[in-house]
């Protein structure tokens, strides 16, 4: 572009600030017009994040979990002390849930709060579910307890029941656990022994002697 007759000349640098300036004005407008539709979105989606739909009581998901606990103990497949010791777990879980959450839910109540969580509900109304659900869960524990878990534990002479007396747990060894969990845990032990010597060098020969040779040490 050429200077007209009489103009003062501009240098290549001042025109070249200059046309950028130019430039800037021109999209400046758009610049705010982007900045605002962005800060609409972000307005959208933090509405969005405030459904309370979204978000878990943390006290009804605790009792869900300890849910989840107990159908361990209720399926048939596991183990019948490991049944016994997830009722266990959840009498345990169940006892420290009261001592600390619902006790501080029952504190928010006496001092008559009415504040909302995430999750929408008030203290009141987060207190009365988890009464009723954990009803309903301490019942099926017990149900479980004595029509599954005490009778199925004194078939396997773990437990023997005297009238007028009580229950008590046999301490005879040799009817510490069911025939069938015996046979399980033994072949577990085994193939443990047999990775371990395989991957100190042993071969299942090296082992049968070794055992040979103990009872031959202890007759």
Do not use: W
Request: net charge positive; with cysteine.
């Amino acid at each position: 572009m050429q200077p007209i007759a009489g103009e003062p000349k501009i240098s290549k640098g001042a025109q070249i600030k200059a046309e950028s300036a130019d430039r800037a004005a021109t999209l400046a407008p758009e610049k705010a017009a982007k900045k605002r539709a962005a800060m609409v979105a972000d307005k959208s989606g933090k509405t969005k994040r405030s459904n309370p739909q979204l978000y878990l009581n943390r006290e009804l998901a605790q009792l869900e979990f300890n849910r989840r606990v107990l159908a361990q103990a209720e399926d048939a497949d596991v183990p019948l002390l490991e049944r016994l010791r997830f009722l266990c777990i959840v009498s345990n879980n169940l006892d420290e849930f009261f001592e600390i959450r619902v006790a501080g839910l029952k504190a928010q109540i006496e001092l008559g709060a009415d504040t909302t969580g995430p999750d929408g509900a008030t203290p009141s109304q987060t207190f009365k579910e988890v009464s009723s659900r954990t009803h309903q869960l301490v019942a099926r524990q017990y149900q479980l307890l004595n029509e599954t878990i005490l009778p199925e534990l004194e078939r396997a002479g773990i437990l023997e029941t005297r009238r007028g007396v009580g229950t008590f747990v046999n301490a005879t060894p040799a009817q510490a656990h069911p025939p069938k969990q015996r046979e399980r845990r033994l072949h577990a032990y085994v193939t443990r022994v047999l990775a371990d010597a395989a991957e100190a060098g042993f071969t299942v020969d090296n082992l049968f002697e070794a055992i040979q040779s103990h009872r031959k040490g202890d007759a």
